[in-house]
């Protein structure tokens, strides 16, 4: 019996989060035994340049020297404590002299905590209940993000998975990214915030449009609504200040995970310092983790964080990468007689093939799925490791910078074109 049937039995899917699966692309997921650098080597023996990166939770790469150590260190010392630790401060320390809208920040142990959370706390601190998000943005899964949108003006959410109540997302409110006009004609005095990927993720990689973030932050302001950054993928990988650092426009509270806990099991939520000491114990807002703060993930975060503060040139380094990368692709497809494009911020890199933009769900939403999966499977079988889903974005890391980026378009190019025919 295989792994995957051995999973199958006894996981829904045989997986424990839906996304490593490839029900969008068929075939049989790979097993990771190893990893190190930029490659995964799997059970069977294979070896991937790997772009999905822990989800963008890897900035550095696999199995990185420095991280393994003080992971192993902080394992010697004790896994868990149930009080507080050292390296909980000095985490948070970092955390607020690097990100401009955190004056305090609280650990937790996922990004749909630390989403869950700010919603809670904003609605606490307006005493208002409605939410504002956008189509083709994924806050985790938190029952009020579960709604969906439909096609043309914004609609009042409807639940998009059984299990939540029409009640729970009758006051999400799902609009346009990158559309100002459809968030004015939703944006009322019971809304409590507006929560956004500053650079949408989960549609594949889609920058804000010039004056969007700041658009948002003015009409929050005139509505007396708060404006929530979910960070969770752009924290730390984007910029030395996050997504809200390199567009220069400064939320209310922000969400923050992966990179920060440098490919551990941990997440942050943090804010204006009035609205944070809302939190229990401090305020009336509830809010505990059993696990939050644990010591190895402030390890690996703690380092990957001191890191990225000492090499700020990474970051120009991955701009460059991700630029060349993208004029690679697109010259690709064009050579193949298809239509495409590449959208980069930072490290992050969302393809797109079959449309000739990409700046909001109406423009991704019918992706040919046909020719994904052709892409995806050429790219495979060549030896590199990208998202099996058209709506991921693909993550650089320093590994990648090494020598394995070129090596890996040079396949990317050959999957593309093979797709084509």
């Not at 892409?375 to 998202?387: M, Q, S, T, Y």
Request: glycine content about 10%.
């Amino acid at each position: 019996m295989s792994w995957h049937e051995r999973a199958t039995a006894v996981m829904p899917g045989g997986v424990n989060s839906p996304v490593r699966a490839f029900k969008a692309v068929g075939g049989t997921p790979p097993f990771a035994e190893r990893a190190s650098g930029a490659r995964i080597i799997t059970t069977d023996g294979n070896e991937l340049i790997d772009f999905i990166a822990s989800w963008g939770a890897l900035i550095l790469g696999h199995s990185r020297p420095e991280v393994v150590e003080a992971v192993r260190r902080a394992a010697s010392a004790g896994t868990s404590f149930g009080i507080s630790t050292h390296a909980e401060v000095e985490l948070a320390e970092l955390i607020v002299a690097s990100v401009p809208s955190v004056d305090v920040v609280r650990m937790v142990n996922s990004g749909t905590e630390a989403t869950a959370t700010t919603v809670r706390l904003a609605r606490a601190a307006t005493g208002r209940q409605a939410i504002i998000k956008f189509e083709g943005c994924y806050h985790g899964h938190a029952d009020p993000f579960l709604a969906k949108a439909g096609s043309g003006l914004a609609t009042f959410g409807e639940p998009s998975s059984p299990g939540v109540p029409d009640a729970t997302v009758a006051d999400t409110r799902t609009v346009r990214y990158n559309d100002l006009e459809s968030v004015s004609e939703q944006l009322d005095d019971n809304v409590a915030a507006i929560i956004v990927e500053p650079v949408a993720g989960n549609m594949g990689c889609i920058p804000p449009v010039d004056g969007f973030l700041q658009g948002l932050r003015d009409l929050c302001d005139r509505a007396g609504a708060l404006l929530i950054f979910d960070e969770v993928m752009t924290g730390f990988r984007v910029g030395p200040a996050s997504a809200q650092g390199r567009y220069g426009v400064t939320p209310d509270l922000t969400a923050l995970g992966k990179v920060v806990a440098g490919g551990t099991p941990a997440a942050a939520y943090g804010g204006r310092r009035d609205l944070m000491q809302m939190i229990a114990p401090a305020g009336p807002v509830y809010q505990a983790g059993t696990l939050a703060g644990n010591p190895l993930a402030t390890a690996a975060g703690l380092v990957t964080l001191r890191y990225l503060s000492d090499h700020p040139d990474l970051y120009d380094r991955f701009e460059a990468a991700a630029s060349g990368a993208a004029s690679r692709l697109e010259t690709a497809m064009v050579r193949a007689g298809i239509p495409g494009t590449v959208n980069h911020v930072g490290a992050m890199l969302g393809i797109f093939l079959g449309i000739e933009q990409a700046r909001s769900w109406d423009d991704v939403a019918d992706l040919d799925g046909d020719l994904f999966a052709r892409f995806f499977h050429g790219a495979l079988k060549r030896g590199v490791l990208i998202a099996p889903s058209a709506y991921e974005a693909a993550f650089l890391m320093e590994d990648h910078l090494n020598g394995d980026l070129d090596k890996a378009l040079a396949a990317l190019e050959e999957a593309i074109e093979e797709a084509a025919q």
